[in-house]
C-alpha cells in the first residue's frame, strides 16, 4: 500500500515561529502537494513538487515556501506563522504520467497559531 | 478556471438505503476524476479513480461514473451502512503538468443505524 506519511498530526506555534511540516511517501511518486483545509473554502493548493528540487505555486502560495532535497520528502514551510495560518494542512503524492494518477494523502496535519 | 460542485452538502439516510452523490464540474478538459472519503480530523482516503477515456469504476459497493461531455460524476453507494458515515469529496485533475487537483467542498454523508 502507498503510504504518505505527515511528521505531525498536532502543531500548535506562536505567531512568528518559523514552522516546519514534512511529508514523506514510500512509492518512489514524482509528484507530491501541499494543500490547507477550511470550513467553507474546501481543499485549496500551496505548493506541488514534480521533481526534486523543482516546486510550482498553486492557489494560495502567500507566506509559504516549500522544499524537496530528496524524491520521497516535501517540506512546507511557514517563514513567519500568523493566525490566518491557522488551518488543516494535507500533503498527497502521486505518480507522474501525462494523464494523470491517483493521488494519495497524508493523516493531515492541524496546526494552530497562537 | 475550473469550479468543481457537490450537491447535496449533507445528507442523512437510513441504514440499508442505495444512495447517489453528485459532482459537477465547469471545465470538461480534464485527465481523471477522484472520489475520496474523510473521516472527521483525518486525511482523504482514495475510493476511486475514473481516467477521462472511461465511463464509470466499481469497487465493492461503490460505483462512480463519469459524463465528460456535461461535467457530471455520480458516487453511487449501495445497501448504505453507518460505517459510510463521512465525508465525500470530488476532485478533478486539470490539464497541467503534475495533475494538480481541484476539489469539491463534500457532502457529508451520514447514515443512522
Known amino acids: 500500500d502507498v503510504k504518505v506519511t505527515q511528521s505531525s498530526r498536532y502543531l500548535v506555534k506562536r505567531t512568528g515561529e518559523k514552522v516546519f511540516l514534512e511529508c514523506v511517501q514510500d512509492?518512489?511518486?514524482?509528484?507530491m502537494f501541499w494543500y490547507r483545509q477550511d470550513p467553507g473554502l474546501g481543499l485549496r493548493l500551496i505548493y506541488f513538487?514534480?521533481?526534486?528540487?523543482?516546486?510550482e505555486k498553486g492557489d494560495i502560495p502567500e507566506g509559504y515556501s516549500v522544499s524537496r532535497e530528496k524524491k520521497e520528502r516535501f517540506s512546507l514551510i511557514l517563514e513567519s506563522a500568523s493566525t490566518n495560518q491557522t488551518s488543516m494542512y494535507l500533503c498527497?503524492?502521486?505518480?507522474?504520467?501525462?494523464?494523470?494518477?491517483?493521488?494519495?494523502f497524508g493523516q493531515g496535519t492541524r496546526l494552530t497559531v497562537v | 478556471k475550473q469550479e468543481v460542485t457537490q450537491i447535496p452538502a449533507a445528507l442523512s439516510v437510513p441504514e440499508g438505503e442505495n444512495l447517489v452523490l453528485n459532482c459537477s464540474f465547469t471545465?470538461?478538459?480534464?485527465?481523471?476524476l477522484q472520489w475520496f472519503r474523510q473521516d472527521p480530523g483525518k486525511g482523504l482516503t482514495s475510493l476511486l479513480l475514473?481516467?477521462?477515456?472511461?465511463r464509470e469504476q466499481t469497487s465493492g459497493r461503490l460505483n462512480a461514473s463519469l459524463d465528460k461531455s456535461s461535467g457530471r460524476s455520480t458516487l453511487y453507494i449501495a445497501a448504505s451502512q453507518p460505517g459510510d458515515s463521512a465525508t465525500y469529496l470530488c476532485?478533478?485533475?486539470?490539464?497541467?503538468?503534475?495533475?494538480?487537483?481541484?476539489f469539491g467542498e463534500g457532502t457529508q454523508l451520514t447514515v443512522n443505524p
Open positions: 498527497a503524492s502521486s505518480l507522474f504520467r501525462g494523464a494523470g494518477t491517483e493521488a494519495f
Open positions: 512509492m518512489d511518486h514524482e509528484n
Open positions: 513538487s514534480y521533481d526534486v528540487k523543482m516546486k
Open positions: 471545465d470538461s478538459a480534464i485527465y481523471n
Open positions: 475514473i481516467q477521462s477515456s472511461q
Open positions: 476532485a478533478v485533475s486539470v490539464s497541467q503538468r503534475g495533475s494538480r487537483l481541484t
